[in-house]
């Protein structure tokens, strides 16, 4: 199996930035998909953005501009940097994680606020 750990969420006043992580472990395939969803209350787990093996990036429209992924191989880890923040930014934030042999793997979550 895969675990993912997610670091880096937290309060954040509108426009500011953070940097969330996410280190995965276990049975990793060379050729996987990682990435961020997130989830506020009531409403389904939507795409933030995902980064292939290649580093393929896919961004949903309302972030694209302001945040960026990113992820290094050797140490199985992916990134999202998110400036320029939003108070509809507010959800918390999944580390995501695919490949063929596991299907979608999921970390436990990191709460991400942007207020004043």
């Known amino acids: 199996q895969v675990q993912l750990v997610e670091s880096g969420g937290g309060l954040v006043q509108p426009g500011g930035s953070l940097r969330l992580s996410c280190a995965a472990s276990?049975?990793?395939?060379?050729?996987?998909?990682m990435g961020w969803y997130h989830q506020t209350p009531g409403k389904q787990r939507e795409l933030v953005a995902t980064?292939?093996?290649?580093?393929?990036?896919n961004y949903a429209n309302s972030v694209k501009g302001r945040f960026t992924i990113s992820r290094d191989s050797a140490k199985n880890t992916v990134y999202l940097q998110m400036n320029s923040l939003r108070p509809e930014d507010t959800a918390v934030y999944y580390c995501?994680?695919?490949?063929?042999?596991?299907?979608?793997?999921w970390g436990q979550g990191t709460q991400v606020t942007v207020s004043s």
């Open positions: 276990g049975s990793i395939s060379a050729i996987n998909v």
């Open positions: 980064i292939s093996w290649r580093g393929n990036t």
């Open positions: 995501y994680y695919n490949s063929a042999r596991w299907g979608n793997c």
